[in-house]
Nanobody
Framework: QVQLVESGGGLVQAGGSLTLSCVAS????????MGWYRQAPGKQRESVAV???????NYADSVKGRFTISRDNAKNTVLLQMNSLNPEDAAVYYC?????????????WGKGTLVTVSS
């Protein structure tokens, strides 16, 4: 089994910054995409940022220029640097990992970390 553990959420004022971290542990897992998703109350879960094992990134339009995703393949870690936060960014943020090679088709989720933005 693979576990994804997020950290770094919390309360921040509008305009502030937070950095989320996610570490994958457990059995050996060939990870392709790692990413961050979020779900606000009453809304569907949405993709925020994704990064491939080769470093290609993709961002939701709403966070482009403000959020930066990065990963350390050796440490199975993905970070999300969030700047210029606004109340619309408040949500539970979930880490996601998708397999490659022999693990193609496998997908894991973390339990989420709460980000609250005060206006």
């Amino acid at each position: 089994q693979v576990q994804l553990v997020e950290s770094g959420g919390g309360l921040v004022q509008a305009g502030g910054s937070l950095t989320l971290s996610c570490v994958a542990s457990g059995r050996r897992f060939n990870i392709n995409h790692m990413g961050w998703y979020r779900q606000a109350p009453g809304k569907q879960r949405e993709s925020v940022a994704v990064i491939t094992s080769g470093g290609t990134t993709n961002y939701a339009d709403s966070v482009k220029g403000r959020f930066t995703i990065s990963r350390d393949n050796a440490k199975n870690t993905v970070l999300l640097q969030m700047n210029s936060l606004n109340p619309e960014d408040a949500a539970v943020y979930y880490c996601n990992a998708r397999g490659a090679g022999v693990d193609y088709g496998m997908e894991y989720w973390g339990k989420g970390t709460l980000v609250t933005v005060s206006s």
